[in-house]
């Protein structure tokens, strides 16, 4: 295989098949989990660190989307936790227990789910996150790779992984490494995490909001703020989760 935009098409175009047919079942679990906390008045919460961050953006405060969702990000402990500007950086993901902290600023009801996006699954704060989601009884969907994580030793203490603890996984099918054309000289180029993970958000979407239409109910879901009303529109639904999702920086 060369190093090119067409070979790195073919790969995404091949990644993203194999993904939509492998985890067609578990996007439904995915579904079904979070249509019961919307529907029990619950808030989707969507955590990723370093590149998985764009998931957690993928599934809130996005047009198309589901109006009752929050974004949870390492960057709140400086924001909305009056810590300093330095205790941000690379390594802090891998920090256990920075994710006491992050789950006590993030307005959580007891009705509420997680999404928690790690390509590896094996950072420290993520895998803590992912423990105290579970030990205060909430459902949780986890987006990872599993040639990744399968091939790491986890960074946690307890030595589980993010997918030990979800109740339902959804394969990013990224390789290890998550680049994808290989180097003469070693490596790669050409990640793939973020697209398929984007993929499957929007898949899950959209099986949450047909089981909502199904229930006879209508789904809270987001116009673009770009156009007509849609100011309007999104305001009147966010009104109803006051306090609950954030749509900060």
């Not at 249509?35 to 996005?62: K, N, P, Q, Y």
């Not at 400086?78 to 330095?86: H, K, N, Q, W, Y």
């Not at 999404?115 to 803590?128: H, Q």
């Not at 960074?155 to 290890?176: E, F, M, Q």
């Amino acid at each position: 295989m060369t190093v090119s935009a067409e070979d790195y098409l073919a790969v995404v175009t091949e990644t993203i098949g194999r993904v939509a047919a492998s985890q067609r079942e578990a996007v439904g679990r995915a579904a079904d989990l979070i249509a019961e906390a919307v529907r029990a008045d619950g808030v989707v919460h969507a955590f990723g660190t370093g590149h998985s961050e764009a998931l957690a953006m993928e599934i809130a405060g996005r047009a198309g989307g589901l109006v009752p969702t929050n974004r949870i990000a390492l960057r709140d402990l400086v924001l909305l936790g009056g810590e300093p500007a330095d205790r941000l950086g690379p390594l802090l993901e891998r920090d256990p227990a920075v994710a006491h902290r992050l789950y006590e600023l993030a307005p959580v009801r007891p009705t509420d789910v997680f999404v928690l996006a790690s390509n590896s699954g094996v950072n420290g704060a993520m895998v803590e996150f992912a423990t105290l989601v579970k030990e205060h009884g909430h459902g949780l969907v986890a987006i990872t790779s599993a040639q990744h994580s399968g091939r790491m030793t986890s960074r946690h203490p307890s030595g589980r992984k993010l997918s030990d603890l979800a109740d339902v996984v959804l394969d990013n099918g990224a390789p290890y490494g998550d680049a994808t054309l290989p180097l003469p000289g070693g490596g790669a180029v050409g990640a793939v995490s973020s697209i398929t993970a984007a993929l499957l958000a929007q898949q899950v979407t959209v099986e949450v909001v047909a089981r909502l239409l199904a229930a006879g109910e209508r789904p809270p879901v987001y116009l673009s703020a770009n156009i007509p009303d849609g100011d309007a529109h999104n305001n009147e639904l966010e009104a109803r989760y006051a306090g609950r999702i954030r749509r900060g920086s």
